[in-house]
């Protein structure tokens, strides 16, 4: 048993005074390529990292539901009869939250037990990396197992994000809970957003020297919340406007018709999502057919158009992507809804300490915060851990 695990147990034990009956994980994100596409029905190419957040659980005799976190003192309380989108809220939205939601996809709620629970994670919050699914993910594989539902992971990626959308009360897809459930060693999940279809595509990282490393630029999404409404909502006008039910129905094809429709902001807008789910298609067939040594190009082109075109980068992330590419990265890249968050860059192994000076050196010159850097390996999805 790893030293982690025993802290977690030991944690639930603290808070609960009783040893759990299982640990089940659920990991974070990185999205390789395929930004703003998920509500536009169009395709992203996530995978599950080697940070997770582990859920300790024990099931209860009586009806309460209890939860704690490592990151706070609070243990809260509430009923199974009692649990709706409404009565809970803050981080406990995130577990209870897909408890609640279990019952909404067929769960019966009215025949289970209530069960405590003690969440530890090391996916850093709000940094992009879906601290948030990860928190689902491994409750819902949790509660799938010692609640006896059976529901297949497909299941259980639209929980999380019932979960997200009624309890939490974030608009948000299916991309995150899909890589935090799905997930596989060295490998990224293709997923088309309008027939929730997902492939898995071995990503050859190892076998090519090469890693993923974030810098996370610690700039809060202080425009998050309006400006990804505000990117929604041109969307939805130039999908009125072009005459189809979604960007996903338009192609690289019907850019010329585009320019004399649109205005130029919205033209703008939704060149990136077309070009952005062609580069999505494009990268899925050049791992296949060149590498992985060979999508550098195209993360870089997928930053060009959300600095450019979707406007939803900021400073500091295109300083991370320049300087790391200028230090030997093959591709760089923002990650995430953009307005700060983190940038991915994907690296020979040997240039990481190089990468990780430089755009430490370009920071610091700039005036900017500290980034932290680190490396991800696509890691294995949601599942029991002892
Ligand atoms: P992210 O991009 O990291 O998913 P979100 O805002 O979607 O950012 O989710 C972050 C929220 O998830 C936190 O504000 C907190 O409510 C919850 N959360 C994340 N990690 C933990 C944790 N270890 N324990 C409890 N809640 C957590
Ligand atoms: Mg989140």
Redesign the pocket.
């Known amino acids: 048993m790893s030293d982690t695990t025993q802290t977690i147990l030991s944690g639930f034990r603290d808070r609960f005074a009783a040893e759990a009956d299982g640990l089940w994980f659920g990991p974070g994100r990185v999205n390789l390529i395929g930004e703003h596409t998920d509500y536009n029905d169009g395709f992203v190419f996530p995978f599950a990292i080697n940070r997770r ?1 582990v859920v300790a659980l024990a099931v209860r005799d009586d009806r309460m539901l209890r939860v704690a ?4 003192d609070e243990v809260v309380e509430i009923s199974l009869d009692e649990l709706s989108p409404e009565t809970v809220s ?2 406990s939205a ?1 577990p209870l939250g897909v408890a609640w939601a279990l019952g909404e996809h067929g769960a019966d709620l009215s025949a289970v037990t209530g069960f405590d629970a003690y ?3 090391d ?11 990860a ?1 689902e993910c491994a409750t819902a594989v949790a509660l799938n197992e010692v609640w006896n539902l059976g529901f297949e992971k497909q299941v259980l990626v639209r929980v999380g994000q019932l979960a997200e959308n009624r309890v939490v009360g ?1 608009p948000t897809g299916i991309l ?1 809970q899909s890589a935090s459930l799905l997930g596989q060693t060295d490998a990224a999940v293709f997923l088309d957003c309008r027939s929730f279809e997902s492939e898995i595509i071995p990503l050859g990282f190892d076998d090519a020297g090469l890693e993923l490393l974030v810098i996370d630029t610690k700039v809060s999404h202080a425009h998050a919340t309006g400006g990804y409404a505000d990117r929604r909502a041109s969307c939805e006008k130039g999908a009125a406007l072009m005459g189809v039910g979604s960007l996903r129905d338009l192609t690289v094809d019907d850019l010329p018709r585009a320019t004399s429709v649109l205005d130029e902001e919205t033209f703008r807008r939704v060149r990136h999502i077309i070009t952005e789910n062609q580069r999505v298609l494009d990268t899925v067939r050049v791992l296949r057919e060149d590498g992985p040594s060979a999508i550098g190009g195209l993360l870089d082109a997928s930053h060009t158009s959300m600095r450019d075109d979707f406007e939803i980068s900021v400073a500091e992330l295109d300083l991370a992507v320049e300087t790391a590419r200028a230090a030997g990265a093959l591709g760089a890249r923002m990650t ?1 809804g953009g307005f700060g968050g983190s940038a991915i860059a994907l690296t020979p192994h040997a240039l990481i300490p190089a990468v990780q000076e430089a755009v430490a050196e370009a920071f610091a010159a700039a005036g900017y915060t500290a980034p932290d850097m680190f490396v991800v390996r696509a890691a294995a999805g949601a599942a029991r851990l002892s």
């Open positions: 957040a976190s490592s990151f706070t803050g981080w995130y969440i530890d994670s996916v850093p919050i709000g940094a992009g990396l879906s601290s948030s699914a928190i974030a995150d995430g």
